[in-house]
């Protein structure tokens, strides 16, 4: 199947600081990718939707200038954690489908990017 | 606002057993469904996607069923082995949408 990394897989940064997370279909194109979010032992939440060329979709409740996405290009999106805080620190998943593949509506998702703001 | 709900929260079984594992959804226009499993701190991984116009799917030992009226589907796993340990997420789709929404998730724990 298609192949979606994330990088860093895991990260630790003071408060206060900003943090990069990068997701990457490897072997196929996406023109839209999405966020996940998910706290110890609960399922994923989406945060957002991201759209190549144009602004990201956010769900509600998730803070736009908090967490930035871009999508610069067809098989790059990346997740910005603006000034973390603690409460920020939580495993970041994303997910891309294959905007010419044959695997139908099947969604493809990255390993996780554990962020621990101290 | 759809909801996903999985039961049983958390399963723990001998090796060899076929087991059930449910998920029910409130909102019955769904596009798909989707299983995946997730090892401990790691990604998702897909197991099977059923169609909202098909009953079933089937992958080796995996069987997947959907019953989209009733708002349920369940997963199938026979002779359950001890790599079968992980947490088992089901989620929905609904049309002109690409998002998904998760269910809560089963806890499966396969000992030999």
């Known amino acids: 199947g298609a192949v979606v990394s994330q990088h860093p897989s895991w990260v630790i940064c003071k408060s206060g600081t900003s943090v990069k997370i990068e997701c990457r279909s490897l072997?196929?194109?996406?023109?839209?990718m999405f966020w996940y979010r998910q706290f110890p032992k609960q399922s994923l939440m989406l945060m957002a939707t991201?759209?190549?060329?144009?602004?990201?979709?956010?769900e509600q409740g998730v803070e736009k200038d908090k967490f930035l996405i871009n999508h610069a290009s067809l098989t790059l999106s990346t997740l910005t954690v603006t000034s973390a805080h603690p409460e920020d620190s939580s495993f970041y998943i994303c997910?891309?489908?294959?905007?010419?593949?044959?695997?139908?509506?099947?969604?493809?998702f990255g390993e996780g990017s554990r962020l621990t703001v101290l | 606002k759809q909801e996903v709900t999985q039961i049983p929260a958390a399963l723990s079984v001998p090796e060899g057993e076929n087991l059930v594992l449910n998920c029910s959804f409130t909102?019955?226009?769904?596009?798909?469904l989707q299983w995946f499993r997730q090892d401990p701190g790691k990604g998702l991984t897909s197991l099977l996607l059923?169609?909202?116009?098909?009953r079933e799917q089937t992958s080796g030992r995996l069987n997947a069923s959907l019953d989209k009226s009733s708002g349920r589907s369940t997963l199938y796993i026979a002779a359950s082995q001890p790599g079968d340990s992980a947490t088992y997420l089901c989620?929905?789709?609904?049309?002109?949408?690409?998002?998904?929404?998760f269910g809560t998730g089963t806890r499966l724990q396969v000992f030999p």
């Open positions: 072997d196929f194109q996406a023109t839209t």
């Open positions: 059923i169609q909202s116009s098909q």
């Open positions: 997910s891309a489908r294959d905007s010419g593949g044959s695997d139908g509506e099947e969604l493809f």
């Open positions: 909102d019955s226009a769904i596009y798909n």
């Open positions: 991201s759209n190549e060329g144009s602004k990201a979709t956010y």
């Open positions: 989620a929905v789709s609904h049309y002109n949408t690409d998002k998904l929404i």
